[in-house]
Each structure stands twice: as structure tokens, then as C-alpha cells.
């Protein structure tokens, strides 16, 4: 029995079913870990999420911010973007059963005996483990219950750069949510700046990626993420974990194997 960790799928569906043949994935006794962003900007969303629904007793995934963009749509809180590809999606006959599936995902994951805490964005400088898991399990009951369109209605915006306990109501989940499904870069001071998405090499001055901030509370498991494709799987920490290598930009789909730490990739 191996887990495997992969980073953002983005509907690059044969890339993926390659890379599974790869690393010999069988759903009987393997598990796999994806840390979000299953569907957009590739060509085969439907089929993609088909896949991870028909696994999902093997799956773990986290939500990324295309899937939250995804479900934005379907519940007409957003329009369909230009660039984005999962039309196919919102046609399907059995949509409902996929994105009920999606939408019941957590943002924060933590396989304790493995010592794996898998996220899609990051955790943010100032929040320990404890706190990550309780202010993801609070967003996810919102994202699961009643309050889902509310939330969804202000999800998008960058706004506010600083966490404070004092956030409340839609301003908070909002806060939460894009630490954990779109943050790259904070300040000296831990402020999220989101408007940035390069590579390190030409990140404006005074920035730092989340996991290199000044004074980060200290996680003893390894962190495992995705959504940083210019990272290009580079952090230089080996208990920070950059799984996405830009598939859907046409690089490659990587999978980590949490018990013996083999890296397995394939072209995309
Ligand atoms: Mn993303």
C-alpha cells in the first residue's frame, strides 16, 4: 500500500491517467492525495472529475480555487469566465452528484501517523497546526451548509491583507479561504499580498513566499501544496512541498510518494 501526492490536475486528464500507470496506481490498495484545482484551464475538466468521483473511497483532495470558482459558477454567484474550460462540467447529466462531491472537500488535511499536512495554496505565517485545522474545518461547515451561496457571493476580492481573530462574517471566510486556496507572497509583517503569481526570481521586494516569512509559526509535519506552478516544485525546505510543476502550462504532472519520498513524473 503507497500515497501518492499530486499537484494541480487542472483537467489534464491523459497526463494524469499516464502518470497513474506510472506509479502502478491500483485503487485497491494505493491512496491518493490531490491538492486541489482538479478541473480549468485544461482540456478534459469533465473527465477528470469523473475519475476522482468514480475513486473517491481512494481520494483524498483539498479544494483549490478554481474548484471554489467551479462551484461559484454552477450556483450563479460568477460567470463563466473566458479562460475558463469546464463547460463540459456544466452540462454534464450527472453534475449534481460531481460537485456535491467537490464541494464537500475540506481546504486542510492531516494524516497524523504520516506526518503529511496537505493544503492548496499554504498556511499562513502566523497560524499553528492547531489553528490551520480549526479555521478550515469553520469555512468548510459555511462552504457545506446554509450559509454556501452568502459565501460565495464574497469570495472573490483580495481584501484584507491582515489576519486578525476580530474578522467576522463573510470577510473572515473570505480571509481564510484565500489563504489556504490562493496565497504566494506576504509581507514582513505576515499580510497576504494575492496579486502576484511569477516566479521568486522577479517577486517584488519586501515579499516573501509564505513558508520563508519572518517569525512563521512552526509546523512539525511536512507541508505538502500545490498551486504555485513558477515554483516549478522548488523550495529549497524539504518539509515545504511544492507539488505543482505546471502541467497545464505544458511542463510536467508529478507525483510524491509519502512513504518512500520517490518522486515520479511524466511530460505533459
Ligand atoms: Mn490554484
Keep these: 500500500m503507497s500515497t501518492y501526492a499530486i499537484g494541480d490536475i487542472q483537467g489534464c486528464f491523459s497526463a ?12 485497491k490498495k494505493d491512496r ?9 484551464r485544461g482540456p478534459d475538466s469533465l473527465a477528470t472529475l469523473r475519475y476522482c468521483y468514480q475513486q473517491r473511497n481512494s481520494i483524498t483532495a483539498v479544494l483549490g480555487n478554481h474548484d471554489l470558482h467551479l462551484l ?8 463563466y469566465k473566458n479562460k475558463d474550460t469546464f463547460a463540459d462540467i456544466l452540462a454534464a447529466p450527472d453534475r449534481h452528484e460531481l460537485l456535491h462531491w467537490l464541494r464537500h472537500n475540506p481546504l486542510y488535511h492531516r494524516d497524523k501517523s504520516l506526518g503529511y499536512v496537505m493544503v492548496h495554496a499554504g498556511i499562513h505565517p502566523r497560524w499553528s497546526r492547531k489553528k490551520a ?6 469555512v468548510e461547515a459555511v462552504i457545506q ?3 454556501f451561496p452568502e459565501f460565495l457571493a464574497n469570495m472573490y476580492g483580495n481584501q484584507p491583507a491582515q489576519w486578525s ?4 462574517g463573510s470577510t473572515r471566510w473570505r480571509y481564510i479561504t484565500n489563504c489556504f486556496t490562493r496565497m504566494r507572497l506576504c509581507d514582513s509583517d505576515s499580510g497576504i499580498d494575492l496579486s502576484y503569481k511569477g516566479g521568486l526570481a522577479e517577486a517584488p521586494k519586501n515579499r516573501f ?7 512563521r509559526k512552526r509546523i512539525k509535519d511536512t507541508i505538502l501544496f ?3 506552478a513558477a515554483l516549478n516544485g522548488v523550495t529549497g525546505k524539504p518539509d515545504i512541498v511544492a507539488l505543482d510543476t505546471g502541467c497545464v502550462w505544458g511542463n510536467k504532472l508529478s507525483a510524491l510518494c509519502l512513504e518512500s519520498r520517490i518522486w515520479t513524473q511524466i511530460n505533459a
Design 145 to 147: 451548509g446554509e450559509q
Design 32 to 40: 491518493l492525495w490531490l491538492a486541489g484545482d482538479l478541473i480549468n
Design 209 to 215: 513566499p509564505w513558508y520563508n516569512t519572518p517569525h
Design 165 to 168: 481573530d476580530e474578522l467576522a
Design 226 to 228: 500545490g498551486h504555485w
Design 16 to 27: 494524469f491517467e499516464r502518470l497513474l500507470a506510472a506509479i502502478e496506481f491500483d485503487p
Design 72 to 79: 461559484a459558477v454552477a450556483h450563479e454567484a460568477c460567470e
Design 133 to 138: 485545522k480549526k479555521l478550515a474545518r469553520e
